[in-house]
């Protein structure tokens, strides 16, 4: 209990002051990090991590489009009663004998020329989003080729490694033919050999 008073004052006397001997925001973030054993994020830089921002859109997409349904069905329901109450009402001359009438069916209309505003612009979010998982996704494929791509320089170091080796493969070729040419004149000298016995 005491330990929960000591902590309520400090919180109420906001905090106790921490001096850190960082002298830089960089030395305190990487202490930070060190004793919390924690990644800092500084502004809206966040590890870069294309999959997950697929799959979030994806999922962002698909509550977009279930929304527009749910929300299509509704303004369908408005319209059905609208024309039914306009229908009702059976023109102009009978909405002035009635005014409560008239001013249902105003609502109505009101009600889904609002809905109506909503899906047009959940059908606009919707179409933003695809744009925006496709371009995502296109960035994906792109950085997944760059990233199987050797670097400028590591095909330059191939290269130099590849040009350093083409003399010792010279001098490979080289052995391999003065043993074929050493191997067929042991066989000569053997069937000479032979010929004089």
Known sequence: ????REQLDDWEQRGKEVVSEATSDEDYFRAYARRYR???YKGTRRPLDPEGRISSLEGILHS??????DLQAV????????????QMVGGASSSREDPGRSVLEGQLASAAARAEDALAQLREREQELRTTLARTTTLEAEMAELRLRPEA?????WHQEAKAAAPWQQEVAEAARWRQEAEEAARLHTEAGDLRT
């Open 38 to 40: 924690a990644q800092v």
């Open 153 to 157: 320089a590591e095909v330059a170091r």
């Open 75 to 86: 303004v369908d329901q408005l319209r059905e009663k609208l024309d039914r109450a306009q």
């Open 64 to 69: 977009t489009i279930q929304q527009r349904d």
């Open 1 to 4: 209990m005491v330990r929960v």
